[in-house]
């Protein structure tokens, strides 16, 4: 399984990004993909999850300003994000699983918000 992410970049708080994450390989057709992200100096945490059926978590954090989607028939998952604030500066990675319980993540995309 490849994860393939993409649309991270620099913004000023306030303004909006749109991540993008093609999954490939052999993969379940009923799975979670979601993303996480790290901060210099931190652990990777959780930002949203999404199941094939549609259902979503999120991280309290970016409750209201975060969106995520996919679309299963070519399993892509996206995350809009709006309202930015510089605390949500880090590199954001793509993650699939558990399938046979291994966990898949992609190469990472930085986000960079300035106040």
């Known amino acids: 399984v490849q994860l393939q992410a993409s649309g991270g970049g620099l913004v000023q708080a306030g303004g909006s990004l749109r991540l993008s994450c093609l999954a490939s390989g052999s993969i379940f057709s009923i799975n979670t993909m979601g993303w996480y992200r790290q901060a210099p100096g931190k652990q990777r945490d959780l930002v949203a999850t999404?199941?094939?059926?549609?259902?979503?978590n999120y991280a309290d954090s970016v409750k209201g300003r975060f969106t995520i989607s996919r679309y299963n028939a070519n399993n892509t998952v996206y995350l809009q994000m709006n309202s930015l604030k510089p605390e949500d500066t880090a590199v954001y990675y793509c993650?699939?699983?558990?399938?046979?319980?291994?966990?898949?993540w992609g190469q990472g995309t930085q986000v960079t918000v300035s106040s």
């Open positions: 993650h699939l699983g558990p399938q046979m319980k291994y966990h898949y």
């Open positions: 999404i199941t094939t059926g549609g259902n979503t």
